[in-house]
């Protein structure tokens, strides 16, 4: 398996501060807007782009939830590998608010759709919005676009982007290409 | 087909600690889910789920068909008693009868011990058991070490005590094999008539005398006495009995701890247990219906799967 790294840690790191800017220039103070991070992977880059808005707002109480899609995927008994839930907590009443979906990773669309169904038993939000470090853009399979991108990148179906969450120097991402397939 | 190391839950005896372990995550999951507004997920939403209950059933039947509904599963009642097995239609022939109208998982309770064991080797869809006569009643072992986890923390190194009809019970015989597998140690007490012989070998202790049994255990799971499975007198009279083995508020009282109460219902309230106990802080009667839920949940997500 060839892999090379896509991102370094600064870079993510100037990435993350660029789409903060963006969301603050929408969504001002963040009083009527939450922040939910997608189970398993996209909590680490939706928490820290949480620790970031509430510097720049200098607002401590931006609210902040984890959601876990996994009885909602549509692969379930389909043969795919088995996803265990992960923790769901979400504490606030999510009716009316305005709403910002954190992925680490866009690829096929399918994870946010369930995303957009379990947030559905929450309430009605006012508008949703999806963010995401790195999209996938041409490995979509359903009518799903982001609307913060961190960085773009163009794969073929057998590489894998994977994004290592470390301590602040450490982080990563990788593309892993699989020879054996292509 | 199962992400359990079994594509049935026979019972307790042949799944895996890590499969107990795996349902008691998920469980908890799952009990997020039904505290929720929207106590509901989309998982099972093309499965059929088919509830045989070939013997009365008031608590198991409404969790069960709670927990099939709560995942968005089609559910099928079927009831005995206004069926064709009146008119002497065969278990295998009845069960067929309904597979053949397309159904994923079966749940059943029989009042013969091993009737579930006995249809998976004959039928195709999976099956969840029940309970099964004097045999074994797996969810509800499963939901009693649940909320016994819930209260305590952890089941391993408790020390539980099972009292009332060891004998008729398959309460009694679930919970031993999931206590045990949790690494709990386990007592029975009761009458010596209504302590199986066998049940040494399962690496349980024994004791006659219910106070000397409370003041070894950190829980007391109190049964119900089984008159209609008992076909000859095990002991003189239920007054008797309530006097020996009934279990009052001055009992707990005299204990120098406190311990947890469990029942897996339905109470005779005055016989094995008294009011003022059954709805005390003491109890974890309700957590333990809530929890079966959440349980039944877990079992059929991960059987399905």
Known sequence: MNRRILLNAKQIEVISQRLCCQLMELHGNFKNTAIIGLQPRGVFFARRIHRIIAEMTRNTQVKYGDLDTTFYRDDFRRGNEIHEPKLLNIDFNIEDLNIILVDDVLYTGRSVRAALDALNDFGRPAKVELMTLIDRRFNRELPIQPDYVGFEVDTRSNEKVKVEWNDEEGNKIWILENNSLT | MSQLSQPHLLGIKNITTSDIRKIFETADNFKQVINRPIKKVPSLRDITIANLFFENSTRTRISFELAEKRLSADVLNFSASNSSVSKGETL???????????????????????????????????????????????????????????????????????????????????NIYCLKKLGAEVMVCGPSTLIPKFIESLGVKIETNLRKALEWCDVANMLRIQLERQDIKYFPSLREYTMMYGLNLKMLENLNKEIVIMHPGPINRGVEITSDIADSEHSIILDQVENGVAVRMAVLYLLAS
């Not at chain 2, 994923?104 to 099964?132: T, W, Y």
């Not at chain 2, 009693?144 to 008729?168: F, N, P, T």
């Open chain 2, 92 to 174: 295998i022939d009845t069960v067929n009868n309904i597979l053949a109208m397309k159904v994923d998982i079966v749940v059943m309770r029989h009042q013969a011990p091993g009737a579930c064991v006995f249809l998976s080797k004959h039928i195709e869809a999976q099956i969840v058991n029940a309970g099964d006569g004097t045999h074994e009643h797996p969810t509800q072992a499963l939901l009693d070490a649940y909320s016994i986890r819930e209260r305590l923390g952890d089941v391993e190194g408790k020390k539980v005590v099972i009292v009332g009809d060891i004998m008729h019970s398959r309460v009694a015989l679930s």
